[in-house]
Structure formats: C-alpha cells, structure tokens
C-alpha cells in the first residue's frame, strides 16, 4: 500500500531551464494537491487536481507554472523558465473522494521535490 | 490576508512536560481543524482532527481543543517526548462542494522537546 510517491526527491536547475515534478498519489485516491513551501514559510496551496481536470488552480503563479493530472499516469507540475526564487521545497498530497474509504479529512501527503535554482 | 495563524514560531519544552501549540483562523466556514507534523526532509504527516461542532478531541497524548467563539484552537501533548520535535502545522479544511475540499495551512510552529 504505498504512499504519495513523489519523484524526484531532489532537483537543480539553472535559471532559465523547465522543472518537472511528478506525483503518484495513493491507491484509491482521485484527487491531488499542490502546495509549496518556501524558506522559513508554510506550506502554500497551488493547485488542486481531478483526473484530466483542474478544480482550483487560485494558488498557481500567473506566468511559467502549469499542472496537470492525466487520465494515466502521474500529475506533473510543470516550471518553464526557472528562476532563484522558484526554489522552494513542492509537496504533493492526495485524498479519496469525499465519503469513499477511511478519512482522516485531510490529505496524504509526499517527501516533496527540493527544487534548487542555481 | 492569513486565515490561519501560527503566531509562535518555535516553542522549547522540557521531556515530560506539557506542549501547548496555538493556531487562530479568522474564516467561520471551515468545518474541520488538523494537525500535521513534519521532520526534515520528509513530508508533513496527519496527527489529528477536530470537527467545526466539537470542542475537543483526544487520541493518547494528543488533545485538540476548539473555542470557536474565539476562532482559536490548540494542540496539547503530554508527556513531550524528545520524538515529538518537529515542525507542527495547523490546518483548516473548506469544503468546495461536489465531495471536494481544500486545506489552509498556517507557518508552522517548530517544538523542540529537551531531554
């Protein structure tokens, strides 16, 4: 029964390159958030994702930060143009479908992906 | 505009003792308060819940009150345990409709339990 599998662990980019994050959730689970963090900060919604649908994307930068949850495979973040200040540690989480399975009424979530932009 | 507040950013508490954490919110339609914990390096994990029409629950060492006229809620452990350093965040649920919900996380606040 594995967890919210997150890959990779650790990423470096130069400054200019595209990041790709990728989120497995847990069994089961339909629907997948995003949160960042930055230093010293707490943990910043995103984006919250359905299969092939964005529910809530109200936390997402306006320019060069996409995601997406496809109807195979994992949901990808995606960062076009990376700059220092998108260094940050992204944390993925799932939950089931509202009244399907044990709740705790609220997520699971991943290690998280330490971006470093250099 | 922070609806969930985290005032103290760390707390030192001696091993035995009592940790109080504190978390206000300013939003009266959240339905549900967590607590989450987090080591270095690894994602935040659940701790425990509290309904929006409970004043209190319990799980072994962990206590989570809510004064929801005063907006606020805390997290008791007792006995602290050297294990229990670790970054806590509170966390206020909303529902969107259609068995979807949304998390609102505070800053955290870092305990550090002194042997």
């Known amino acids: 029964n594995a967890g919210v599998m997150q890959n990779p662990r650790h990423l470096v980019r130069r400054r200019g390159q595209e990041a790709r994050l990728r989120c497995s959730p847990m069994k089961g689970h339909s629907h997948v958030y995003w949160y960042r963090q930055l230093p010293e900060e707490g943990l910043k919604f995103m984006v919250y994702l359905q299969k092939e649908n964005i529910i809530d994307e109200s936390g997402m930068p306006k320019e060069r930060f996409s995601a997406e949850f496809p109807k195979e495979g994992p949901s990808i973040l995606r960062i076009q143009q990376v700059v220092r200040g998108d260094s940050a540690a992204y944390f993925c989480a799932s939950s089931p479908p509202e009244g399907t399975g044990p709740s705790n009424y609220g997520y699971t979530f991943g290690s998280g992906t330490r971006l470093t932009v250099v | 505009d922070q609806q969930v507040k985290q005032n103290s950013p760390s707390l030192s508490v001696q091993e035995g003792r009592i940790s109080i954490l504190n978390c206000d919110y300013t939003n009266s339609m959240f339905d549900y308060f967590l607590w989450y914990k987090k080591y270095p390096a690894e994602g935040p994990t659940f701790l425990i819940s509290i309904s929006s029409i409970k004043d209190k629950n319990e799980d072994g060492r962990f206590t989570v009150f809510l004064n929801k006229s005063a907006k606020h809620l805390s997290l008791h452990i007792v006995p602290s345990q050297p294990g229990d350093s670790a970054v806590y965040f509170c966390?206020?649920?909303?529902?969107?409709?259609?068995?979807?919900?949304?998390?609102?996380f505070g800053k955290g606040t870092k305990l550090s339990v002194i042997p």
């Open positions: 966390a206020a649920r909303t529902a969107l409709g259609a068995g979807s919900y949304q998390l609102t």
